[in-house]
């Protein structure tokens, strides 16, 4: 089976910072294009610069947010994010804590509006490695390993929740290690989340 948590306000989000920071750029080389070189115009591109390489860190958040998904089948969980995928035995997972029993803390990392990709502290669980676009407590599910604890962002928890248990009782049909992958094989897989062509086998 295959999840995409609420991305739309997380993206919108993500475009205004992008705009924000390309805007700047803009306005910078519009003021100074007609200026002789000098310390003016040196100060100005390197600020143009630096704007544009905010924009660029921006777009890969936001491109980060657009393939965020879960595919859940038999054999394990597979969270992907851009070119980042965390790949969890189903059998390695113990425990499914909703948002609402613990709580949701504040996410040290890449945060905004919608989304919400990092590391926190939680009470009874331990570090959590965050992959949600949660909004409120609802909206965060709490999916516990022996190796590392993680967050995230279904349309239904309860069912999700379902799902893992009857594809745990069913046992896999190959065996997965717990691991995370990042490589640049994996863009175009990335790219294919954002319109999937096909689903993850249930």
Same mark, same amino acid.
């Given at each position: 089976?295959?999840?995409?948590?609420?991305?739309?306000?997380?993206?919108?989000?993500?475009?205004?910072?992008?705009?924000?920071?390309?805007?700047?750029?803009?306005?910078?080389?519009?003021?100074? +294009?007609?200026?002789? !070189? %000098? @310390?003016? &115009? *040196?100060?100005?591109? #390197?600020?143009?610069?630096?704007?544009?390489?905010?924009?660029?860190?921006? +777009?890969?958040?936001? !491109? %980060? @947010?657009? &393939? *965020?998904?879960?595919? #859940?089948?038999?054999?394990?969980?597979?969270?992907?994010?851009?070119?980042?995928?965390?790949?969890?035995?189903?059998?390695?997972?113990?425990?499914?804590?909703?948002?609402?029993?613990?709580?949701?803390?504040?996410?040290?990392?890449?945060?905004?509006?919608?989304?919400?990709?990092?590391?926190?502290?939680?009470?009874?669980?331990?570090?959590?490695?965050?992959?949600?676009?949660?909004?409120?407590?609802?909206?965060?599910?709490?999916?516990?390993?022996?190796?590392?604890?993680?967050?995230?962002?279904?349309?239904?928890?309860?069912?999700?929740?379902?799902?893992?248990?009857?594809?745990?009782?069913?046992?896999?049909?190959?065996?997965?290690?717990?691991?995370?992958?990042?490589?640049?094989?994996?863009?175009?897989?990335?790219?294919?989340?954002?319109?999937?062509?096909?689903?993850?086998?249930?």
């Amino acid at each position: 089976m295959f999840y995409q948590p609420p991305r739309a306000l997380g993206l919108m989000v993500g475009a205004v910072l992008i705009a924000w920071s390309v805007g700047i750029a803009a306005l910078l080389v519009l003021a100074t +294009g007609e200026q002789p !070189f %000098g @310390l003016l &115009t *040196l100060g100005t591109s #390197l600020v143009t610069t630096l704007c544009l390489a905010i924009a660029a860190v921006f +777009g890969y958040w936001t !491109f %980060g @947010l657009a &393939t *965020l998904s879960y595919a #859940l089948d038999r054999n394990g969980l597979v969270i992907r994010w851009g070119i980042v995928r965390q790949v969890i035995p189903l059998a390695g997972i113990e425990r499914l804590v909703p948002g609402t029993a613990v709580g949701v803390p504040q996410v040290n990392g890449v945060t905004w509006m919608g989304y919400h990709v990092g590391h926190a502290d939680i009470p009874r669980i331990g570090e959590v490695l965050f992959y949600s676009t949660h909004q409120t407590p609802e909206q965060v599910l709490y999916v516990m390993t022996p190796e590392r604890n993680y967050a995230i962002s279904v349309p239904d928890p309860a069912a999700f929740a379902r799902q893992i248990q009857v594809r745990q009782d069913l046992g896999p049909t190959a065996r997965v290690e717990h691991h995370v992958e990042r490589t640049l094989s994996h863009l175009r897989q990335a790219l294919d989340v954002v319109a999937p062509k096909q689903k993850l086998a249930a």
